[in-house]
């Protein structure tokens, strides 16, 4: 949701029609926004692009400094899980072509058995997990720097469940 808010504020297209796939992990340079996907299509400047990438990536530090230290983006957290609540729900009432990017179990990303892709999701939960498509040569690059993190972050959460069993 802060992607398509941060999109909104520098094109001005209304945020509840701005899509902008966010793919990879939950945190910091693990998340990757997919601004050359965005639906309104919208064309920025590297100099746009890289602030905007940076906003998305680390939106909720904005939070904290607000805050003062007193706090996290806790309240962003909670809505956007309801509004994924919400499309689950849909998908399961069996409303067509709920689509939403998620964290999954996938064999799509060679290397790493965890990452956030866009899915259809019905009536059974996840029914496709698709690939995230074509991407820019900087985008790809923030892929390929992200992965040694997320790589990183999957093996400590899969260790910690089978610990906690």
């Known amino acids: 949701l802060r992607a398509n808010k941060f999109v909104h504020e520098i094109t001005g297209a209304p945020v509840d029609q701005i899509e902008i796939p966010i793919i990879g992990g939950h945190a910091g340079t693990t ?7 965005s639906n309104p299509g919208a ?6 692009r890289d602030a905007l990438t940076h906003r998305i990536m680390f939106g909720g530090d904005e939070v904290v400094k607000a805050k003062a230290g007193g706090g996290s983006a806790t309240l962003s957290m909670a809505y956007t899980g309801a509004q994924f609540a919400d499309r689950v729900m849909a998908g399961l009432a069996g409303e067509a072509g709920v689509t939403e990017c998620t964290f999954v179990e996938q064999d799509k990303v060679a290397g790493l058995p965890f990452f956030s892709l866009p899915v259809t999701l019905g009536r ?10 074509e991407v820019t040569a ?12 997320l790589i990183a972050q999957g093996k400590k959460g899969v260790e910690w469940a089978a610990a906690n069993k």
């Open 138 to 149: 900087h985008e790809q690059k923030l892929i390929d720097d992200m992965k040694p993190d």
């Open 124 to 133: 059974d939960g996840v029914d496709v997990i698709h690939h995230y498509g």
């Open 43 to 48: 064309t920025f400047s590297d100099e746009e």
């Open 31 to 37: 998340i990757v926004p997919l601004l050359s996907q």
